[in-house]
């Protein structure tokens, strides 16, 4: 198999996986039909390309292919009397052109996983695995729980929105609301797992996880909330280039040169924070922007503001009490009183033995409060924690961590 074929197969996999399978859910109605064909595309990519070539339009390949799978599959599980579906999908993909059509059906399919009938503890991993392609390793990573129990639920998902025949459309604008903020919650976690991954919005994910905020945003104008997600993750992105040195070195935001940052997101960030505040509903992302916002004004001016973060954290605690929001109420703290915080980090522990941010912040927390040995062995844990490297170089260097 030729190397090129093989990375071509892999990039088509990796950057179009939510566009075509939410395109194929969109007709088949179950998801995990739609993977299992999308799955056989890929495969029956890397068994053809080496021989006939890459084709022009390799996410179109694969579409149409995945299409012809879930066609062959249908027309074998249906009586004549159910057969029209097929026969229109069938239509569709002998007619398919170069380009495919995508459109918002991602957008359709985020939705369809915050429906009621989805247990709320699984609809942001279902969209994350679905949508933006995420193995059930990974989401399980950033929820909490172990990779076997996460793949279930989200085996049991989806056979609850065949069974339940879930239309797949955007809700309403009664219902709309009511369920946005599953999506957006999705929709950030997606952009954080690439963020922790090294490269943030730079990377395929987090530039999907931003053209759907934007998304999002168009379909609902007037919520304040999506405005504060997009510029939460706008205010991440502009401080992209800051976060490595000359010699791919990490660089935590405090010591970060802000002359870097790239100034056409901070400044549209700015700006869709302050439009959402105008709206004055304020809610979970609003306030994550705020706090971003407030970490670089201490950067530019030279002058960090513990107490005004900690009453930030506060707010965001009271809306959204996630172990993220108190891990960082923690890290504010320490300025002020590090023993205070060092009792809120324990207060998590039972729920953080693996959870890498809250070695790195306990680390944090015990070198302020002048235990030196206590933070070396919290920064090795969360170093062999670390997905990226140049973190884990980074918090064995400044703590003496690593022996």
Known sequence: MSDAARRAAEGAAR?????????????SRDIA???DALAEALAAA???????GVPDNPDAWLFTAARRSLGAVRARGRTADAGEPTLALLDDERAAAGEVPFGDERLKLLFVCTHPAIDPAVQAPLMLQTVLGLDADRIAARFLVSPAAMGQRLVRAKRRIRETGIAFVIPDADRLHDRVAAVLAAIYAAYGSAHDDGDGGGSDLGEEAIWLARLVRELLPEEPEADGLLALMLFCEARRPARRDAGGN???????????WQRAPFLEAEGLLRAAARHGRPGRFQIEAAIQSLHAQGVITGAAN???LTALYDLLIAVAPTIGARIGRAAARAAIDPAAALADLDSLAPRCAAHQPWWATRAHVLALA?????ARAAATTAAGLATDRAVRDWLLARYGGGG
Not at 46 to 52: G, V
Not at 253 to 260: A, I, K
Not at 370 to 374: E, M, Q, R, V, Y
């Open 33 to 35: 039909a739609a993977e």
């Open 250 to 260: 990490y660089v935590p935001l405090g010591e970060q040169d802000w002359q870097r």
């Open 370 to 374: 002048g235990d030196s040995a206590g």
């Open 46 to 52: 890397l068994a053809t390309w080496p021989a006939r």
């Open 15 to 27: 950057t179009a996986y939510g566009r075509l399978l939410a395109m194929l859910v969109a007709r």
């Open 306 to 308: 513990p107490a005004a």
